[in-house]
């Protein structure tokens, strides 16, 4: 079983639709979830952190969190054909100071 | 928030010869570095866990013998892939381990060995 589990997609929408981004984790004591974006050929960047259960917004992004499901996801509202990218879900294993990520999920927001 | 300046962005080597990437704390102290390999189309697997000082901790399947990290200060840390071969072409990528929201990354280096 995978640590960090994301549908690689592609995942398609329309300019100024919602995209909605999922990831689950295995590992019950992770404390600390981040989403990174990145484009092609570039190093990843960070989008959204978020430690609580709930929701965390951000502009046009908010972040949600089910410890209990273990489950992160992250909407991305009015989307732009500039979010299109790869969107990796990070997580911090519990105890460890370094992150797992996700294989990725790829959106591509066409006009 | 935290800057982390990675050299060289681009480099071709020979098959065999060894290649050093440099990955620098631009703003603060960094007693832990991570240092990541991206295939194409793939997430980023972290190779190894830089520590300043001290020996570096690699996970596991990662050859420490092939991947020679050190850290030898809190601004510095280096990576050398030695005797490269093809298959180590890839996108390696460090960042730091900033406590508070979220790790920087340095901006990748792209090692193509031909």
């Known amino acids: 079983q995978k640590e960090v589990e994301q549908n690689s997609g592609p995942l398609s929408v329309p300019e100024g639709a919602i995209a909605s981004l999922n990831c689950t984790y295995s590992?019950?004591?992770?404390?600390?979830f981040f989403w990174y974006r990145q484009y092609s050929g570039k190093s990843p960047e960070l989008i959204m952190s978020?430690?609580?259960?709930g929701d965390k917004e951000d502009g046009r992004f908010t972040a949600q969190l089910n410890k209990a499901s273990q489950y992160v996801s992250l909407l991305i509202r009015d989307s732009q054909p500039s979010d299109s990218a790869t969107y990796l879900c990070?997580?911090?294993?519990?105890?460890?100071?370094?992150?797992?990520f996700g294989a990725g999920t790829r959106l591509a927001v066409h006009p | 928030g935290a800057v982390v300046s990675q050299h060289p962005s681009r480099v071709i080597c020979k098959s065999g010869t060894s290649v050093k990437i440099e990955c620098r704390s631009l703003?603060?102290?960094?007693?832990?570095m991570f240092w990541y390999r991206q295939f194409p189309k793939q997430s980023l697997m972290l190779m190894a866990t830089?520590?300043?000082?001290?020996?570096?901790?690699?996970e596991q399947g990662v050859e420490k013998d092939k991947f020679l990290i050190n850290h030898a200060s809190l601004t510095l840390s280096t990576l050398t892939v030695t005797s490269a071969h093809p298959e180590d072409s890839s996108f390696y990528i460090c960042?730091?381990?900033?406590?508070?929201?979220?790790?920087?990354f340095g901006s990748g280096t792209r090692l193509t060995v031909v």
């Open positions: 990070a997580v911090k294993a519990g105890g460890y100071n370094k992150l797992i």
């Open positions: 590992d019950r004591g992770s404390q600390s």
């Open positions: 978020i430690y609580s259960n």
């Open positions: 703003d603060f102290q960094a007693t832990t």
């Open positions: 830089s520590n300043e000082g001290s020996k570096a901790t690699y």
């Open positions: 960042s730091n381990s900033e406590q508070g929201d979220g790790y920087t």
